[in-house]
């Protein structure tokens, strides 16, 4: 942005950040303790500044415009670094104790969360972390997980969710099971090789059949409802897979099927509930997870 101020009033950073995650001028008004004049005074005061809308209204619900979604990823890394020095000048990071509950795919637990906890550990020793490893999605309103790390936009109106980036899937095999059965050079080659499923069978047919993958339930063979389970068999020679880039590519041993083949993009969303304002814990561990998942390639 090319018109932006050369010095900012937090404040008024503040009443927009509060009023983008909250979706309304009322609950960011409650979020932060203000009025709601004063809060719609603070978020003018800003496109006047700025000299753009941020903010359209469509019924009784505000949307952002294209200005603020470009905005909102900046004054949160804001949010989040100020919260951040807080902690830090007080010594309070350290000294935050009690259980965060994280849930994620058993495959994002096992390959993608270790190194942020060993950041979590050296950052907040005194926490303890609960990692809830399902391929189901968990009700955050209902407590059962505190965090949650899912690739599709929560609905729920009192849930906070941020997309933290995108990420690749592409299909993979193991070179003992190409050596054997060979490496397949177009799309029809695909249909005289064994698949793993994960989850249900018909369900991942739905996604492949659109992409132009002539396959049919005789093609998986063999599979489990756990992807850390499905993906060793891929390892172990059993068949081709569909796998994060991030999390294939870092396995001794796995080709990229079709090399040429667009992968296949997929959302990270962070979601939690409305107890982020309250709880240093979770704020703390939610803002250090979107910090780790947004500068992970």
Known sequence: MSNLPKTFDWNRIRAFLATAEQGSLSAAARVLGQTQPTLSRQVAALEDELGI????????????????LELLDHTRAMGAAADRIALAASGHSHAIEGRVRITASDVFSAHI???FLHRLRRQAPLLDIDIIAANDIRDLMRREADIAI?????????????????????????????????????????????????????????????????????????????GTVAWEFACQGLGIIA???????????ME????????????????????????????????LLADFLAATP
């Open 256 to 287: 990229q099927v079709l090399p040429s083949l667009a992968p296949v993009s997929f959302p990270i969303w962070l979601t939690t509930h409305r107890e982020l304002h309250t709880s240093r814990r979770i704020r703390l561990v939610f803002d």
């Open 243 to 253: 796998m994060s880039d991030e999390v294939a590519q870092a396995r001794p041993g």
């Open 150 to 226: 899912r690739h599709i936009r929560p609905e729920q109106p009192d849930l906070i969710a941020r997309l933290v980036r995108d990420a690749s899937a592409s299909f993979y095999a193991a070179t003992s099971y190409l050596d054997r059965k060979g490496r397949p050079a177009t799309l029809d080659d695909l249909a005289r090789h064994d698949f793993i499923s994960f989850g249900d069978t018909d369900e991942m047919l739905g996604h492949y059949l659109p992409l132009g993958l002539p396959l049919t339930r005789d093609n998986f063979r063999v599979g489990s409802q756990s």
């Open 53 to 68: 809308m941020l903010f359209e209204r469509i019924g009784r619900s505000l949307e952002l415009t294209q200005a603020g």
């Open 113 to 115: 969360l270790p190194p």
